[in-house]
């Protein structure tokens, strides 16, 4: 039997664990183990970060005129023209300067009937999400923001993929807008609402309510911070006020870059 002290070649070693496995040596089984054990979770992770690096997109969602062309315009192209309804979507590249970084910026259009077919077109490349919120319009439209809000956060893809979103709460330029605080605690009992109302709704018929269509934990209320695998983070921004009303939204791309 070859002992370990012995071994100064390859045919050694390939000898050495041959004759171990063979006697059912329990160091030599408990290497082969371990070694195994190892190329398994570096294979595992390379899969991962292969996957993750094949989603290079940044979706802008939300719902009509929140902002999302403008703040598309001033990213990719530094400056925001005159914007209309959008009714397809707006492709672009943007740098990340300091990770030497480019990824797609995608603009979906936020008219009712047709985000959810551009969302689902897109979802699968989605790196990141950044979900855009008119602050100075956000009381009379909070029904139809949670609404939009709650199918991206109940999504399949999306849950599985669990791409970072950021609430960007645009218009900090108007005086009357509300500030992230306010709109993320609204945010948050509007979706408490609807998640009693949904799972109610969902208990009448056939299908039993699932844990995907139930966001957070179900013995509190709702908050963002229980929304896992979801990290969601929020931001004001502007995408049409003087200076640069954008750094903490170009702040957070990089961050996902
Ligand atoms: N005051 C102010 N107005 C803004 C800001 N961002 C966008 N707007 C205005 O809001 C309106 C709608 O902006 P868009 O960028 O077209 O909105 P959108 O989200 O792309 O809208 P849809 O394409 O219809 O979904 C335009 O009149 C913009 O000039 C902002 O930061 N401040
Ligand atoms: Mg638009």
């Keep these: 039997m070859v002992k370990s002290r012995d ?9 050495y664990v041959k004759t171990g ?16 054990v190892v190329l398994f979770t570096i294979v595992l992770l390379a899969f991962l970060k292969g996957r993750k690096n094949a989603r290079q ?12 062309t403008s703040l598309f315009c001033k990213l990719v192209h530094g400056e925001v023209k005159t914007t209309y309804t959008s009714i397809k979507e707006n492709v672009g590249s943007y740098k990340v300067e300091n ?34 919120i008119d602050g100075a319009a956000f009381q009379k439209e ?5 609404d939009y809000l709650y199918l991206i956060l109940s999504d399949g893809v999306l ?12 218009k900090q330029d108007q005086t009357l807008c509300k500030g992230a605080k306010v709109i993320k605690s609204q945010l948050e009992k509007e979706i408490n609402t609807q998640r009693v109302t949904r799972s109610a709704a969902l208990q009448g018929t056939d299908n039993t309510a699932n844990n995907n269509t139930f966001l ?20 004001e921004c502007s995408a049409l006020g003087k200076g640069n009303g954008l750094s903490d939204v170009e702040e957070w791309i990089e961050k996902i870059a």
Excluded: W, Y
């Design 57 to 68: 997109a940044v979706l802008l969602l939300g719902t009509c005129d929140s902002g999302k």
């Design 216 to 235: 957070g934990m179900r013995n509190k209320d709702f908050e963002f911070s229980d929304l896992k695998p979801f990290k969601v983070e929020f931001a």
């Design 159 to 170: 849950s599985g993929n669990s791409p970072p979103i950021l609430i960007a709460c645009n």
């Design 142 to 146: 909070i029904k139809e923001v949670a």
């Design 21 to 36: 496995v063979e006697a059912g040596d329990p160091t030599v089984i408990g290497i082969l183990v371990a070694l195994c």
């Design 99 to 132: 990770k030497n970084k480019v990824l797609q910026i995608l603009d979906l259009p936020g008219h009712e009937r047709l985000r959810v077919q551009s969302l689902e077109n897109h979802k699968r490349s989605a790196r990141g999400i950044v979900f855009v």
């Design 7 to 15: 071994i100064s070649s390859f045919d050694d070693a390939v000898k």
